[in-house]
């Protein structure tokens, strides 16, 4: 286990990757604070990333909600959202860590849906542009773990944060000598429609980035009102963070933070953590 990184996924970040507008003025400032994270990635070379993300009704409408969903297939398409699916490769899957994460997870009492095969949306593959860049294949394979923060109930912090724990006594029990890296994604603060479209709030998103690492246990105790009342319907994403965070042990340091507001509608933060 070599660390987690948690970024924001907003798609127009995706948009302007794709169309080489990464040095415009309006943009420059938010992907100059890539670097680090890229050079991150470069150094620690994972062979498989567990990928925590939310599909956005591109896979999981209405007709099936499930609250977790780990995908054990050996490729996964990018989603079309309406625009076409994005230039970008196909994602390589690692079908047999996936059912091997499945099995220990399941077997520890955490149950899981099995997603055999799925297309991805900009909730998995703009995390991979941030952090990768655009090269002709992504450097590492990528186990997506899904988790429902679109339609309510979605699960609390807490639990998002022990399913991290059962996920690393999966990594941990894995028989193959591979580098691991756990990514969540989501958030920050951001609200896509109605009277509060366009809402952020800076202090709430750094003192949550401040105690990922120095005070976890009020991270998992924030109720799903206080996300929504503070951070927007859509902050709400943030949650799964805890996942990512879980998966690491009690005492973590920050390696690397960006903080940046705006992109397209929404605050955007990126931290990456490893273990002391
Ligand atoms: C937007 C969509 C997202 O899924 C997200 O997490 C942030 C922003 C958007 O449409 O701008
Ligand atoms: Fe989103």
């Known amino acids: 286990m070599i660390g987690s990184l948690c970024t924001s996924h907003v798609p127009a970040i995706g948009v302007a990757i794709d169309q080489g507008n990464t040095e415009d003025p309006y943009w420059k400032p938010l992907f100059d604070g890539y670097g680090p994270a890229r050079d991150w990635i470069k150094e620690q070379k994972p062979d498989v990333v567990i990928l925590v993300f939310n599909d956005h009704a591109t896979v999981f409408d209405l007709d099936v909600i499930p609250t977790f969903a780990i995908g054990t297939a050996d490729d996964y398409q990018p989603a079309d959202e309406g625009w076409g699916p994005r230039p970008i490769p196909a994602v390589e899957g690692y079908g047999e860590f996936g059912w091997h994460i499945a099995e220990s997870l399941i077997l520890d009492e955490f149950d899981i849906t099995v997603v055999n095969k799925m297309d991805v949306d900009h909730g998995l593959t703009v995390p991979l542009s941030i952090t ?31 399913l991290g724990r059962a996920i690393r006594r999966a990594i941990d029990a894995f028989d193959k000598d591979i580098r691991v890296a756990v990514f969540g994604t989501g958030g920050m603060s951001h609200q896509l429609h109605g009277e509060r479209a366009g809402l952020t709030n800076p202090e709430w998103d750094k003192r949550f980035l401040d105690d990922l690492t120095h005070d976890v246990d009020r991270l998992r105790q924030i109720p799903h009102i206080e996300y929504v009342r503070e951070t927007g319907a859509e902050g709400i994403e943030t949650v799964m963070w805890l996942i990512a965070r879980g998966a690491l042990g009690e005492n973590v340091r920050e390696v690397y933070r960006h903080y940046h507001v705006p992109a397209s509608n929404t605050a955007t933060g990126l931290i990456i953590l490893e273990e002391n």
């Open 132 to 162: 990768c860049g655009q090269p002709e294949r992504w450097p590492f394979k990528v186990v997506p773990l899904a988790v429902n923060v679109v339609q309510y109930p979605v699960p609390t912090g807490n639990r998002c944060f022990n």
